[in-house]
């Protein structure tokens, strides 16, 4: 292409991009209890937060590269929840074309309002015009919206994951030291747990066949195994920073964050989560799967040291 042109079709597209943007402030702005988000090179989570404090690599860092760590580290969380909110406004425009009936149709469509007005104000604490590829979990997430049926889904995406959320963005809202971001991830843990209803409301595990059991059980085991292995997210920020880990130092790492005890309650809530009516025959074969069981330090390194 010549380069004129091409430098044309760049700035329409530019201009093209920025008016949507304004649009999309617009709408975001009616019902958000904003404040000015500060640099993105600030810390927002302690290292109590992530358990750095109690791992030799961070305690005996100097302090310009511990501060380094806790960006990159905090960063990685609202990424994830850029991400995921994405995926909620692909998940609600499926099941708006899947519904049965106008209020359910209605449901989802102010659920997709949400989650497009949450990812608007997690990109605003963000690098302007800054992107990076999805992580393996909202890869996942991405690949079940596009492939599941719609009774499925709202049992994993809606009750499962919405339902996890609220106990997520809780724990991001308390941890956080700036207070403008702990509202806004307040006001995001309150739409939660409505969606979270808006799935009850409409999930019915009669209704599940042969392939969304499959799904279900597919699905459910694959989000429990990221929650199993511990925090890869917080090891890969120390390796990357640090100059690296084998597998010896993943697993002292690992065992330093205290892997197993804080995957422990995350995997007894969301075994709460999945045990919906009817749903009895999935708690049982996670179970024999010990999928609700979490991974050893050892275990953790090794998928650690595999995805490296």
Request: proline share 4%; aromatic share 8%; net charge neutral.
């Amino acid at each position: 292409m010549v380069e004129p042109f091409r430098a044309l079709l760049e700035a329409d597209r530019r201009s093209h991009d920025e008016r949507l943007e304004r649009v999309i402030e617009g709408f975001a702005r009616r019902r958000a209890p904003l404040t000015a988000a500060t640099s993105a090179d600030t810390a927002h989570w302690e290292a109590g937060f992530f358990g750095l404090q109690r791992t030799p690599r961070f305690a005996e860092a100097g302090a310009k590269l511990r501060q380094r760590v806790l960006q990159a580290c905090g960063e990685q969380l609202l990424w994830e929840s850029w991400y995921i909110e994405q995926c909620g406004i692909a998940f609600c425009a499926r099941m708006v074309l899947l519904a049965e009936d106008v209020p359910t149709r209605q449901v989802y469509s102010m659920i997709g309002s949400d989650e497009a007005t949450h990812a608007h104000w997690i990109s605003e604490w963000l690098h302007p015009g800054a992107r990076r590829p999805p992580d393996p979990f909202n890869r996942f997430v991405a690949g079940l919206v596009e492939s599941g049926e719609a009774q499925p889904l709202r049992h994993v995406l809606q009750i499962v994951l919405e339902g996890f959320g609220i106990r997520h963005y809780r724990s991001l809202a308390e941890g956080c030291r700036h207070a403008g971001l702990a509202q806004t991830l307040r006001v995001m843990m309150s739409d939660e747990g409505l969606h979270h209803a808006g799935g009850v409301a409409t999930f019915d595990a009669r209704r599940l066949g042969e392939s969304g059991r499959a799904f279900a059980l597919a699905s459910t085991t694959g989000l429990l195994q990221m929650i199993r292995v511990g925090p890869q997210s917080v090891a890969a920020v120390l390796s990357a920073t640090t100059g690296g880990l084998d597998k010896r130092d993943a697993k002292r790492l690992f065992a330093a964050l205290g892997c197993e005890a804080t995957s422990a309650p995350k995997l007894a809530a969301l075994r709460e989560l999945i045990a919906q009516p009817g749903m009895d025959w999935l708690v049982d074969e996670l179970d024999r799967l010990r999928m609700f069981t979490p991974c050893t330090a050892a275990e953790c390194a090794q998928v650690f040291a595999a995805e490296e």
